[in-house]
């Protein structure tokens, strides 16, 4: 029993992440996910409760790689402070992008989401981290923030695909801010 469990359930978020990659993030129902998926429609609202936990199931699915590699880049005391920065933000918006659909998604249903966070704390925690690394006394929870809305989806589907600036450049631009973030003269954090 329980093999086939996991069975539905990896054949469920693996349908979702196709319908909401080929039709929109709001281009899905519960009941389309369980018929393509083989499964009772039962079974998808038993296992996800309703259609934002099953969008957040299937960006936590599909984000494990990343997550990892960010949690990797906290402990990579080897690599200089202000490169881990740089490699957190590029990889994040490289996630984004590939999972564009999929993100757009979960900030749909989470206002408070950040790429595979959907609470953002996780995300925001980690980069606050690193920026308080190469600028302790900066302002790093509001720096962090500035940066991560750069990496939003709708922001990022915006510029690469309603105003045509093309991947390369937005991806330049964002790493060349977060560039601009680290090096230069900040305040310190305000007394609150």
């Given amino acids: 029993m329980r093999k086939d469990a996991e069975r539905n359930r990896a054949a469920i978020l693996a349908t979702a992440a196709r319908?909401?990659?080929?039709?929109?993030?709001?281009?899905?129902?519960?009941?389309?996910?369980?018929?393509?998926?083989?499964?009772?429609?039962?079974?998808?609202?038993?296992?996800?409760?309703?259609?934002?936990?099953?969008?957040?199931a299937v960006v936590d699915e599909t984000s494990q790689t990343w997550r990892a590699e960010s949690a990797a880049l906290l402990e990579a005391s080897d690599v200089?402070?202000?490169?881990r920065v740089i490699t957190f933000v590029a990889t994040l918006f490289d996630h984004v992008l590939?999972?564009?659909?999929?993100?757009?998604?979960?900030?749909?249903?989470?206002?408070r989401s950040?790429?595979?966070?959907?609470?953002?704390?996780l995300t925001h925690q980690r980069l606050v981290a690193?920026?308080?690394?190469?600028?302790?006394?900066?302002?790093?929870?509001?720096?962090?923030h500035a940066l991560l809305a750069q990496l939003r989806a709708?922001?990022?589907r915006h510029l690469v695909h309603e105003c045509g600036l093309g991947v390369p450049r937005v991806r330049a631009g964002v790493l060349s801010l977060a560039r601009d973030v680290l090096t230069a003269g900040w305040a310190a954090t305000p007394p609150v």
Avoid: W
Avoid at 42 to 54: A, E, N, Q, S
Avoid at 80 to 83: C, D, L, S, V, W
Avoid at 98 to 111: G, K, N, Q, Y
Avoid at 130 to 144: F, M, N, S
């Fill in 114 to 121: 950040i790429a595979c966070d959907s609470g953002s704390d």
């Fill in 19 to 56: 319908l909401i990659a080929d039709h929109g993030p709001d281009g899905f129902s519960m009941e389309d996910v369980a018929a393509a998926a083989g499964v009772g429609k039962g079974t998808v609202f038993r296992r996800f409760g309703d259609r934002d936990g099953l969008v957040r």
């Fill in 154 to 156: 709708d922001v990022l």
């Fill in 98 to 111: 590939a999972a564009l659909p999929l993100v757009t998604a979960l900030e749909r249903v989470s206002s």
């Fill in 80 to 83: 200089p402070a202000q490169e």
């Fill in 130 to 144: 690193l920026i308080a690394q190469v600028r302790p006394g900066a302002d790093a929870e509001y720096l962090a």
